[in-house]
């Protein structure tokens, strides 16, 4: 029997801007080819699994649908990449198009889909993975036996009250794209020939966010060393080490601020003005007590309005 790696299509292989209805508005996610290659390489089919409840509002046709994954495969292909299977549901119980209105156990939450693509293509399911942006993709991958990973859009917005309840299905694993699903994935197959059982909280995967937006790009050791390379553990070490220090580097500009710059100018005027207080208290010539008195009163009026900036801040 085979081994899968099933994925949700919106968000996880292509962007989505709404329903999609037009193969013109496909859209590859950065480095999904790579993914989907070195998953390959591992052994694993890629199985796309996919809740289509436009064709049930009319927002499209099953013929529309297939143009769209035609594309979707054309821009993989292109790139030398290629999906094993698209499966998808069509169905909704409160769609307009009367054939397609109705509950089916292919819709996500529930695993019809991996269960028939796991009869059609003799795949063993306690050996699979399932990778989506959605709670009910999380869902459907456990109640069909597999393993599961969660991808984390930045910004990530939903339509559904179910949808925004993103921690009604934990994932074992929870990354920014499908790049680092797939080193996960190959990561844990190398590790032990198969895996272990992973706790929720003991296997989640983050990472700092990306300052050229929604979907980070890949990394570019991936491309360079070839797609042969192995993710071996070295690799995958050295792959820690870079986020920590784009850890770092984050927190170091995080502690930059406005109030502790005004702050630490303000303070630096205060010991001015107390020297030059002191200046007056020290010199001869009449008057200068009260010169004195007056630039010892700003001193610490600056002395106050310092602590008070940094106070501000510490409690932010």
Not at 85 to 92: K, L, M, N, T, V
Not at 209 to 229: I, K, M
Not at 276 to 298: E, K, M, N, Q
Request: net charge negative; proline share 4%; charged share 25%.
């Amino acid at each position: 029997m085979s081994k899968a790696v099933f994925i949700d299509r919106d968000n996880t292989i292509i962007e989505d801007p709404g329903y999609i209805s037009d193969p013109g508005a496909v859209k590859l996610l950065p480095g999904v080819e790579l993914a989907i290659k070195s998953l390959a390489r591992a052994g694993f089919k890629n199985i796309v699994c996919t809740n289509q409840s436009g064709v049930a509002r009319g927002m499209l046709t099953e013929d529309d649908l297939e143009s769209i994954h035609a594309e979707v495969r054309r821009q993989l292909a292109d790139k030398g990449a290629h999906l094993d299977a698209i499966y998808y549901c069509p169905f909704h119980p409160q769609g307009t198009i009367e054939q397609y209105a109705r509950e089916s156990d292919l819709r996500k939450p529930k695993p019809g889909m991996l269960l028939r693509a796991a009869e059609e293509l003799d795949l063993e399911l306690a050996q699979s993975w399932m990778v989506g942006d959605s709670a009910r993709d999380i869902e459907a991958g456990q109640r069909a036996g597999c393993r599961t990973i969660r991808v984390r859009i930045a910004g990530e917005t939903s339509t559904t009250t179910s949808e925004r309840n993103v921690d009604a299905a934990q994932a074992d694993f929870t990354v920014r794209n499908l790049v680092e699903a797939a080193k996960i994935i190959v990561r844990e197959t190398d590790r032990t020939g198969t895996w272990e059982a992973v706790t929720p909280s003991a296997a989640v995967a983050t990472a700092p966010p990306s300052s050229q937006g929604r979907f980070p790009q890949p990394d570019a050791r991936l491309s360079e060393e070839g797609d042969d390379a192995p993710m071996d553990d070295h690799r995958v070490r050295l792959e820690i080490l870079s986020h920590l220090r784009r850890l770092v580097r984050h927190s170091e500009l995080e502690e930059f601020s406005f109030l502790k710059l005004a702050g630490g100018i303000v303070q630096m005027l205060a010991l001015l003005t107390l020297l030059i207080a002191v200046l007056y208290f020290l010199g001869s010539g009449s008057g200068r007590v009260p010169v004195a008195t007056f630039w010892a009163l700003i001193s610490v009026a600056m002395q106050t309005m310092a602590l008070t900036f940094f106070t501000i801040q510490r409690n932010k």
